[in-house]
């Protein structure tokens, strides 16, 4: 059979069962920046400490110019359902969505879309307004339009996925959000300034860690690190 399940997903996404050394106490899923292609099929060596400690982390192998569309999280929720179903992991365990930028958008439109309960979302120099960012640089509208099947005029749909544009369609949860001031990919002020400012004036539970040393998602400045492994500690401990 062509349909995913548990016994056939290798194909579709990495779960980091192998590392686990006892019960399941989270579930971090991953998103891909732009072009990310790899089917990945070891854990990066920060996660691997935390993988012992009982994260499990779940990387969806979602189109490389996915853009975190409607396909992609209806795709994330079933590599998700698998995963829950397999682990029998409770409804009290903490589910974190997690990436850089496409990531970082992907992690937070994940929590505005997504049909299961997320704990927390870290998103690192995230895109936050999609519809601006399409205008951002030469090499994005191609792939906006593919992501959302159209070649037409897809603004209102672009806004209708922006964080910064209905931030009230984000769930009421714990958030990270990391950005460099020297980053030349995703302009901080248009982007997590703006979501961020938007949040604390709905008075959610953002911590915004500013990185003077640091460009598009790294590399991060020791206390950046620290502010880092602290909120995940807080999370699963």
Not at 95 to 105: C, E, F, L
Not at 149 to 164: A, E, F, N
Not at 179 to 196: P, R, W
Request: hydrophobic content about 40%.
């Amino acid at each position: 059979m062509n349909c995913m399940n548990a016994s056939n997903l290798s194909p579709f996404a990495y779960v980091s069962e192998n590392y686990l050394k006892g019960p399941v106490k989270a579930v971090f899923i991953n998103f891909p920046g732009l072009g990310g292609m790899e089917m990945k099929s070891a854990l990066d060596i920060p996660d691997i400490k935390l993988a012992h400690d009982g994260v499990l982390f779940v990387y969806p192998f979602v189109n490389p110019w996915n853009w975190m569309n409607a396909q992609s999280v209806d795709f994330s929720d079933k590599v998700l359902d698998i995963v829950i179903k397999k682990h029998s992991i409770s409804g009290k365990c903490p589910i974190v969505a997690r990436g850089g930028s496409m990531g970082g958008y992907s992690a937070l439109a994940y929590c505005m879309f997504t049909r299961h309960r997320l704990t927390a979302a870290i998103a690192n120099c995230p895109v936050t307004d999609i519809n601006f960012h399409c205008t951002e640089r030469p090499d994005l509208p191609r792939t906006f339009h593919d992501a959302m099947g159209s070649y037409g005029d897809i603004s209102k749909i672009l806004k209708d996925r922006s964080p910064s544009c209905h931030p009230e369609k984000l769930p009421d949860i714990r958030y990270l959000i990391i950005h460099g001031f020297d980053d030349k990919a995703v302009n901080k002020k248009s982007h997590s300034d703006k979501l961020v400012k938007l949040m604390r004036k709905r008075k959610m539970d953002i911590t915004y860690v500013e990185d003077d040393m640091m460009g598009h998602c790294g590399p991060m400045k020791y206390e950046t690190v620290i502010a880092l492994e602290s909120f995940i500690d807080s999370i699963i401990k």
